[in-house]
């Protein structure tokens, strides 16, 4: 017995494909920098920051304090690394 795998008697040749909803819905042309454009102008109207213009709390931070957070991480990623290394190898 074999399985009937065409829907209403419609052989898959008939069938259109229908795609997404995305691929359905009309745009108009556009290039990549016009709708970045675009997206950035409506930011700004709608009184959102563009993220270029603020500054990443690291940044804020006095230097003496950026230092110590940087070479925190940094000690932490090799501290994690030659402990895995020790693991491995024991």
């Known amino acids: ?3 009937n795998n065409h829907r209403n008697g419609e052989t898959a040749s008939d069938r259109r494909d229908q795609g997404t909803v995305l691929d359905r819905m009309q745009m108009p042309p ?3 920098d016009e709708a970045l454009r675009r997206f950035h102008k409506e930011r700004e109207a709608s009184g959102l920051k563009s993220q270029t213009d603020e500054t990443t709390e690291l940044a ?4 003496v304090v950026r230092f110590a957070v940087v070479a925190g991480t940094f000690i932490l990623i090799v501290g994690v690394l030659l402990g ?3 693991l491995i190898a024991a």
């Open 30 to 32: 556009m290039s990549g």
């Open 60 to 63: 804020k931070l006095h230097p």
């Open 84 to 86: 895995v290394l020790y």
């Open 1 to 3: 017995m074999t399985a």
